[in-house]
């Protein structure tokens, strides 16, 4: 899942998917807010909190997040995994 961490809803959203013990990738320009929402989610659920200091403002936030999330390891569905110039 990929949501803007520092936004109420987004805030939400993770709370949710981490009570059921999904991991999640976390998106949000706020750094220092973004790591302490990962640990915070991280010690209180057990799971993998994979930040992204990224603004979901820009243009090139899709091809940014792709690469880094394609350096993490992370496969992705589709044709996603063809590399992005």
Known sequence: ???????????????????????????????????????ELRSEYGIKVFPIAESLLSDHWPVTIHKILVHLGFTLPGNANVPVR
């Open 1 to 39: 899942m990929i949501t803007h961490a520092t936004s109420c809803m987004g805030q939400e959203l993770a709370n949710l998917f981490a009570q059921c013990g999904r991991n999640l990738i976390l998106v949000s320009n706020d750094l220092i807010g973004l790591e302490k929402m990962a640990g």
